[in-house]
């Protein structure tokens, strides 16, 4: 189709067609009419032929490819997915194209998902956002980042340890108070279970009463106990800077998460397994595959560490084998 074929089909809108019409009623000429809509006086004279023989307005013909109708298998499919992953129509996109190697348009997806109660349409994300800018540690371990939240689910005060570079959560729990000795904890579990493989460099918090001590003592020091149990065992305190919750945003982000597929588990525990081992991060995308928090952590731990692992490995089989 020519350009000029395009652009005047394009201009003929319903409106417009209706005013075509009208004004030749009104015994207006088709050469003025065309003017004033910017089309061929042919195109009137056609649109006013059609009007008088069918006695209803002409249709433009639609362009592009007709709308696909998806299967009865991809519907099933796309629900299957959404229950175990519980995620929106372009995350689901990729993960069937990863897993299954079929391509669902997300649009289709998120018309399944509103068909089916699974989805609402969200005008925010409408709009043009700006482009992401991501920043994250190389390695696993190098940093972890905590914080306290007051769970929407049970009204407990949730903590976790995260990594910055895998988003895996090291360790985690729900308490009934969010206090420095809870938090401690959490950071020796995390020592305990990933030590062996490489130290925690940096902790990440806020200024929370749970990680930093506002107020001097009668010594004028105002070191506090999570921060003394840090510096016992070499590990440097960063403390985003107060009103500025995206330094943090990586665990913030995470409790998003936790408030709306936390409702889907049993307990605190299943719930982080799922986060770590079945749902696939959109922020650990590559090019060719789709990881999960646990695959990002091994896959990125430093080179000497990967290979102490896999010595470490041998010398317990041969140990079981002897």
């Known amino acids: 189709m020519s350009k000029g074929r395009k652009n005047k089909v394009l201009k003929l809108t319903p409106a417009k067609i209706k005013y075509i019409i ?39 013909k639609k362009f592009g490819r007709p709308k696909k109708i998806l299967s009865e298998s991809d519907t099933c499919l796309i629900i299957e997915i959404y229950k175990e992953q519980n995620c929106g129509a372009r995350r689901l996109e990729k993960i069937i194209g990863h897993k299954y190697g079929r391509h669902i348009p997300h649009n289709a997806i998120h018309q399944v998902l509103l068909e089916n109660g699974l989805a609402s349409e969200n005008k925010r994300k409408k709009k043009r956002r700006k482009p992401w800018i991501r920043y994250e540690r190389k390695h696993s371990l190098t940093a972890v980042h905590l914080d306290w939240h007051t769970s929407r689910f049970n009204g407990k005060e949730v903590c976790a340890v995260l990594d910055d570079s895998s988003r895996l959560i090291l360790s985690g729990g729900e308490f009934p108070a969010a206090t420095a000795e809870a938090s401690i904890d959490l ?35 105002s ?8 510096g016992e065992n070499n590990i440097k305190h960063i403390m985003a800077r107060i009103k500025h919750p995206q330094t943090n945003g990586k665990i913030e982000k995470w409790y998003h998460t936790y408030e709306k597929s936390r409702k889907l588990f049993d307990d ?23 990881q999960t928090p646990e695959d990002a952590f091994w896959a990125r731990l430093p080179g000497g560490c990967k290979l102490k692992l896999f010595l470490s490995r041998m010398e317990n089989d041969l140990n079981a084998t002897s």
């Open 22 to 60: 009208r004004a030749k009623t009104n015994n207006v000429s088709s050469k003025i009419i065309a003017a004033e809509m910017k089309v061929s006086v042919r195109t009137v004279n056609r649109i006013w032929s059609y009007w008088m023989k069918n006695k209803k307005p002409w249709a433009p």
């Open 268 to 290: 605190f525990d299943k719930f982080v397994n799922w986060y770590n081992s079945i749902r696939y991060h959109e922020s650990l995308d590559e090019k060719h595959y789709l």
């Open 187 to 221: 950071v020796r579990t995390a020592l305990k279970d990933y030590g062996d493989i490489l130290m925690i460099r940096e902790v990440i918090t806020d200024h929370g009463t749970q990680f930093f001590a506002n107020k001097t003592d009668k010594n004028g020091d």
């Open 223 to 230: 070191e506090g106990a999570f921060e003394k149990f840090l």
